[in-house]
DNA sequence: GACGCTTGTCAACAGGCGTTGACAAAGCCA
DNA sequence: TGGCTTTGTCAACGCCTGTTGACAAGCGTC
C-alpha cells in the first residue's frame, strides 16, 4: 500500500518497514534475485537508504535471517506429540509455516555463493544446533540432521512439483499416518 | 589442463568439452554463479564460442541438465533391497553421487528465478514421473514426491553441515540400519 | 595459389547491480 | 528568523553480465 506524496519522517518505522520488506522478499527469492531496488519499491523509498541504514546487502540479509528467530516455534508443545504434529503442519499445511520463515529464508538462498556462508552459519547456530540440543539421546547430532533434513526436503519437493501436493484429504491422512511414526522415531532416539 | 597455443580446430570436441564443463560448474554453482566466461576459461575456449554453439545460457544449462540422463540409475537394482541400497550409498557416500549429477544440478538452481522454470520441467519430466511410476501401487505420487524430497533434504541438510556428515563408522551403519526400513516402506507401498 | 567455409578470438554493447556523495526538505532549538 | 541535525531523494559511479558483429586463422577444394 504505497501512500502517494512524500514519506513520513520517521526513521525508527521506515527501519523496521525496510527490514519486513526484506524478510518476505528473501523468503520468496534467492539472495542473488532480490535486488536493493526492489525492497525499497516494497517500502516506497529508495534505494539508497537501504544502505545508510543497514550498511551493505549482506548485512541487510543477516538482519533478516536474525529476525526470524530461531527454531524455537518448531521445538514447542509436546515431545511426544512431535511427530504427528509436524507430519501435518509442515507437511501438508504449509501455509502455516511463517513460523519457519527463517527456513524458507535459508533454503532459498543456500545456492548462491554470496550468500551460502552466511547461511551455513546461521542454520547452525539457530536450527541444527538447538535442535540437537532438545532432542538429545544417543547420535542426537545426526538424528538432528535427518531430521532437518527430511523437513526441508519436503519443502524442496513441494518447490519442485509447482508449489503444492494437491492431496485430498484421505490421501492427506494416510500420509500423514504414515509419516509420524517415522518422525517420532527420530525424536525419541 | 590447459595447454598453450591456440586450440585445436574441432568443433565437436569442443562442443563437448563446453558440454562437459557446463555439467560440472552447474553441478557445483547456481545458475547465477555461473558464468560464460567462467565456463569457457574451463574449457580454454572464449565466451563468445559457446553463444555461438549452444545459443543462450538457458540453453546450455538446458543441454547440461538433459545430458545427464534420467533417474534410471537410482532405479536400476533389486526392488527389496532399494531402502537399505540408498540409504548407504545415497545418504552416507555422497561421492558415489555421479550418476545423481542432475539432481544436483536441480538442487543448486531451484533457488533461481531465472532457472526454476526449467528444473521444475525437467524435475517432473525426468525424476518424479519415472520414479513415480517405478513405485506405482497407492498413493504413488504422493510416495514419490515424499522420497525424493527425502533424498534431497539429505543432501540439503549435507551442504548446510558444512559438506559432510562426519559419521564414525558404526554411527553410520547405526543410522543406515534405522533409514533403511524407512526408505523400504515407502517403496514398498 | 585462391576461394570459401569453418572454427575461434577480440572488443564492444546494453543492461543490471550495489554503493556513494551531493543535494533538498523537514523538524527542532535558540 | 536563522542555523543545525535528521531523513530522504537523486544522479552517477564502477563493476559485472550475456550477447553480438567484425575480424583472424585454419583447412579442404578447385
Known amino acids: 500500500m504505497l501512500c502517494p506524496g512524500p514519506r513520513p519522517r520517521n526513521a525508527a ?3 523496521t518497514a525496510i527490514l519486513d520488506a526484506a524478510r518476505e522478499r528473501f ?4 539472495y542473488d534475485d532480490v535486488g536493493m531496488r526492489d525492497i525499497a519499491r516494497d517500502v516506497g523509498v529508495d ?20 529476525s526470524c528467530g530461531d527454531g524455537s ?5 509436546e515431545k511426544a506429540d512431535f511427530g504427528r504434529r509436524v507430519a501435518h503442519e509442515i507437511v501438508f499445511e504449509p501455509k502455516k509455516a511463517e513460523k519457519l520463515k527463517g527456513m524458507s529464508i535459508m533454503l532459498r538462498s543456500i545456492g548462491s555463493a554470496k550468500a551460502s556462508e552466511m547461511v551455513q552459519n546461521t542454520c547452525t547456530q539457530r536450527f541444527f544446533g538447538p535442535l540437537e540440543d532438545w532432542l538429545a539421546g544417543p547420535d542426537a547430532t545426526v538424528r ?9 526436503g519436503m519443502s524442496v519437493s513441494r518447490e ?6 494437491d492431496l485430498e484429504p484421505a490421501e492427506c491422512e494416510r500420509m500423514r ?8 522415531d527420530l525424536i525419541d532416539g
Not at 523468503?27 to 534467492?30: N, T
Open 13 to 15: 518505522a521506515t527501519r
Open 27 to 30: 523468503a520468496a527469492e534467492s
Open 47 to 66: 534505494a539508497a537508504l537501504i544502505s545508510r541504514y543497514f550498511g551493505s546487502k549482506d548485512d541487510l540479509f543477516l538482519a533478516a535471517l536474525d
Open 73 to 77: 516455534a518448531l521445538m514447542s508443545g
Open 144 to 152: 538432528a540432521r535427518v531430521l532437518a533434513g527430511f523437513l526441508m
Open 160 to 165: 519442485l512439483g509447482g508449489g503444492s501436493f
Open 177 to 184: 499416518d504414515r509419516l509420524a511414526p517415522i518422525l517420532q
